[in-house]
């Protein structure tokens, strides 16, 4: 009975710590606006959830989350709708599940005080992202943060269902569910188990030896399921997503992408403070993060040492190789190398706090601690405690719904319905007038504005809207022009400008005659 009341106790516990951590996480969310990207996913859920499961028409982005996101965000619409709030919401509530799931993988199997340390450790790392870019990259739209659920999943199963037959099978179902939302759970998930299974494979003799060729195997499967998966959705007429466009970069480059990806780094970890305010309060936290990034760093050395040993867990040399599988790629690829690019390697944050909680954690958790353990826990309760503290003292600032929150307040009060607009501005102003104005997004091709390729449907450009208006960004020109939109439709009945949204009202319907969509 006594056990029985401990676990209730620790379940109901877990679960107020999960409330509280989502409100605080919903606020961190709410300190800035959503974005063209975020607008774009809340839009394809709801068409998702209302009669159009395979996204019929739609041109996502290069990732598309319709197996991860796009189903958590349908989810939180039965409760919201289509705003701007839910967006935070789904952010606030992706950043509790990786916190549950890497304490969980943490743990392992540990029990007692071990357990207890190794959840300080992952709380230690992830708790209190840093405000600014921090919050942006991890608690904003669907940007690759929510990527490492499904690859930690996977990993808690290879841990805790090791001694079961079929968990090779359900490895590979998890890693291909990731992956046809995301392929970076092919590069990142896959890759790294199938490598790491392989080298042991050749060093392990008997039972082991067959449990490591079969999940050499279920990393192979995975990717053939989540191509094969693509594959029917495009066959069946589902959505349309762009290749990325990613090659090898110049080995020339590479020490200069080394050095921002170090930046990145700086990012998600809370180390790095690219000059957002409250300054005091970025400074301490800087702090405070520089701790776990070093026990972090540690962890990760610690972990290839043991591997060139031999000695290595499974699951600790997965994740190793998994994190210098996201660097590497950041390194040498052309992917985008600056510090809102941190998103591309987001899930290196709560794979090293897994891999630190794993390797420091039995060492803090030593049955004769020599001094420098006793110091390491003090330091550990020490940090905890400071950032509990700021995580409930610290209310950052609300921002605006949206990045045209301006616009989208005019339109609505002009009562103003359908128009074409910059594609930054324009999935904006749909979701957060709550779907009472849509905008579908255009771009600047040449002398005139054309549909945008890229998190727009096909019924977006009919004309069968009677679009009577053109909003347009004067700081991104490439999204289209004034210049262009009047030699196109002729010169506006009016032109108000917004700060630094121009929004040109025409009598006619500018769908008429519109180019072609994608």
Request: a positive charge.
């Amino acid at each position: 009975m006594r056990a029985d009341y401990r676990k209730l106790l620790i379940g109901v516990g877990a679960a107020a710590a999960a409330v509280g951590l989502f409100f605080a996480y919903l606020r961190m969310a709410r300190a800035f606006p959503i974005n063209g990207d975020g607008a774009s996913n809340a839009l394809q859920a709801w068409d998702m959830f209302h009669g159009n499961p395979l996204l019929r028409g739609w041109t996502l982005s290069d990732v598309s989350f319709y197996s991860t996101e796009l189903i958590q965000y349908g989810l939180v619409q039965f409760f919201t709708g289509v705003t701007a709030d839910q967006v935070h919401v789904t952010a606030a509530i992706t950043y509790v599940l990786i916190i549950f799931v890497a304490a969980g993988l943490a743990r392992g199997r540990a029990t007692g005080p071990e357990a207890w340390l190794r959840v300080g450790v992952v709380l230690m790392i992830l708790l209190v992202p840093v405000p600014g870019t921090g919050y942006q990259t991890l608690l904003s739209s669907p940007n690759h943060t929510g990527t490492a659920v499904p690859m930690l999943l996977a990993w808690w199963v290879a841990d805790r269902l090791r001694d079961k037959r079929w968990m090779p099978a359900i490895v590979a179902v998890v890693l291909a569910w990731g992956a046809v939302g995301d392929p970076m759970v092919t590069f990142v998930g896959a890759v790294p188990l199938v490598l790491v299974s392989a080298v042991r494979a050749l060093r392990a003799r008997g039972a082991d030896r067959v449990q490591d060729l079969l999940l050499v195997a279920a990393g192979l499967v995975s990717v053939v399921l989540s191509r094969g998966a693509m594959a029917l959705l495009n066959r069946l007429g589902g959505f349309n997503t762009p290749h990325p466009p990613i090659e090898l970069s110049p080995v020339s480059e590479w020490p200069h992408r080394a050095y921002m990806t170090a930046r990145m780094l700086g990012v998600i970890f809370g180390t790095h403070r690219p000059g957002w305010h409250p300054p005091a309060l970025e400074l301490a936290l800087s702090a405070l993060h520089a701790v776990g990034f070093l026990v972090a760093l540690v962890a990760v050395l610690v972990t290839a040492r043991r591997m060139v040993r031999g000695t290595a867990d499974r699951v600790d040399s997965i994740l190793a190789v998994a994190i210098a599988c996201d660097l590497g790629a950041e390194i040498v690829s052309t992917l985008s190398i600056d510090l809102m690019a941190a998103r591309q390697i987001s899930p290196v944050l709560p794979m090293s706090a897994v891999l630190a909680a794993r390797v420091v954690g039995p060492w803090l958790a030593a049955a004769e601690p020599a001094k420098a353990q006793r110091w390491g826990r003090r330091i550990l309760v020490g940090v905890l405690a400071a950032l509990t503290l700021s995580l409930v003292a610290y209310a950052p600032p609300k921002a605006p719904d949206s990045e045209a929150q301006e616009v989208a307040d005019f339109l609505e009060q002009r009562q103003l319905r359908y128009g074409i607009g910059a594609y930054w501005a324009s999935n904006n102003i749909t979701v957060t007038t709550e779907r009472k104005v849509t905008v579908a997004p255009v771009t600047g091709g040449g002398d005139r504005l054309v549909p945008f390729c890229w998190q727009s449907k096909r019924s977006m450009y009919d004309a069968s809207h009677d679009a009577r208006f053109v909003v347009l960004e004067l700081d991104r020109p490439f999204y289209g022009t004034p210049e262009q939109a009047t030699a196109q439709f002729g010169p506006p009945v009016e032109r108000h400008d917004l700060g630094k949204y121009a929004v040109l009202l025409y009598d006619v319907n500018l769908l008429a005659n519109f180019p072609p969509p994608c």
